[in-house]
């Protein structure tokens, strides 16, 4: 199931709110703060991922903030000129701030040990309004798996490239199957995801510096904010889970498993405007099948992808 904050709230009306938001026992959330929360509409109504997210026992649950609720004045500004000069506005540390503690921590019953004071002062913790939102469903016996914060991923172009193993990775996170790179403060496993949607000339660094685990970039070109590249990975990390796609199968065989990229497929009709399907496909045979198809993913990846097919052929020798 999927949370959305709309940015029709002022901030003095979200926090009043008890049941704002829903917390529920036994699932990962993966929150995702934005000034564009529309973008997020179609990915959590349509699709494979969505039916997943809809379930009723889905593991996973999606909440999207709108971090204009956190502007700086009655104007819904979250943004100002950067010091030393330069072009375009930078977001700023303070509304990014409030919108990660109050909005995602908070709001998700985290504890905030780790927050306060090591990071901030105790005599400026009443900067923050630490009054939870959230209608927390949250049994007692499960209030452990949400006391230690999630990981902080802010999309960036200067951060360390998305691939296949990275979405494997992060859906081990919410899983709880292996431990998080760089993350001195968390000690469990399972852990939550915050991504958060850069906009104008990024953010102020401070904010980086403080508060995010790891910057991740989608390729090496600019968009002109980071919803997109949340998008791209949100699809990628979810269908990792279990129980999203029908057949386990179709993951095992797509492109970039065990660097190499997926063989052709084929499907009805057998024949049109004189391309026929290749007759190894309609032998039957499933051995020969299964090795036609990883000589074609052999050849492909090689002409394609020379990067990852030295990868391939490094690890097949070892």
Known sequence: MSDL?????????????????????????IWVLTLFPEFFDAFLKYGVISRFLQQKNSPIEI??????????????????YPFGGGAGLIMRFDV??????????????????????????EDEKNIFNL????NSLLEEENKMQKEKLPLVIYTSPKGETFNSNCAKSLAK???????????????????????VAGRYEGVDE????????????????????GEIAILSMLDSVIRQIPGVLGNSGSIEEESFENNLLEAPQYTRPR????????????????AEIKKYRRNEAEKITQKLRPDIY?????????
């Open 5 to 29: 904050l709309s940015s029709s709230s002022s901030p003095s009306s979200l926090l009043s709110l008890p049941s704002q938001i829903e917390i529920k026992s036994n699932t990962s959330i």
């Open 63 to 80: 909440k999207i903030i709108q971090i204009r609720n956190w502007a700086h004045n009655s104007y819904g500004s979250v943004d100002d």
């Open 96 to 121: 990014l701030s409030r919108a990660l503690i109050e909005g995602v921590f908070v709001a998700g019953n985290y504890d905030l040990s780790s927050i306060f004071p090591s990071k901030i002062p």
């Open 131 to 134: 009054q939870s939102t959230s």
């Open 173 to 195: 996170v919410l899983q709880g199957l292996e431990e998080p790179k760089k993350l001195e403060r968390l000690e469990d496993k399972k852990r939550d995801i915050v991504f």
């Open 206 to 225: 401070r904010f980086i510096e403080m508060f995010v685990d790891r910057e991740i970039s989608i390729g090496d070109y600019v968009l002109s904010g």
């Open 271 to 286: 024949k049109f405007l004189g391309k026929e399907v290749p007759e190894i496909y309609l032998s039957g045979n499933h």
């Open 310 to 318: 030295d990868q391939y052929r490094n690890a097949k020798k070892e």
